[in-house]
Nanobody, 127 residues
Framework: QVHLVESGGGLVQAGGSLRLSCAAS????????MGWFRQAPGKEREFVAA????????YYADSVKGRFTISSDNAKNTVYLQMNSLKPEDTAVYYC????????????????????WGQGTQVTVSS
């Protein structure tokens, strides 16, 4: 079993920055993908960014490309999401997730492709 815990959410003005963290614990494997998703009220959960735990490689949704950066610290089993130039439409609950699918079909951007999820952290961007 894998346990994921997000932190770092909060209230920020438009144009500001936040850094989210996701700490992973439990059974780990050498190769897996970590992803960030978000869900705004009344909307479906959507993909934000993903990173390959071994060998690098990142992938972003078009809506955040150039503003958000996903990174990882393998020694700490932690993945980060640096969010810059935040917009009110970035307001959502942000979730980190993990899957164990092979890298041969990378990238993975669908909710159904992820097996483990954190509890989420709220990000609110005021205008």
């Amino acid at each position: 079993q894998v346990h994921l815990v997000e932190s770092g959410g909060g209230l920020v003005q438009a144009g500001g920055s936040l850094r989210l963290s996701c700490a992973a614990s439990g059974r780990t494997f050498s190769s897996y993908t970590m992803g960030w998703f978000r869900q705004a009220p009344g909307k479906e959960r959507e993909f934000v960014a993903a990173i390959r735990w071994s060998g690098g490689g990142t992938y972003y949704a078009d809506s955040v490309k150039g503003r958000f950066t996903i990174s990882s610290d393998n020694a700490k089993n932690t993945v980060y999401l640096q969010m810059n130039s935040l917009k009110p439409e970035d307001t959502a609950v942000y979730y980190c997730a993990q899957n164990r699918l092979p890298y041969s079909s990378w990238p993975y951007s669908y909710v159904a492709q992820y097996d483990y999820w954190g509890q989420g952290t709220q990000v609110t961007v005021s205008s």
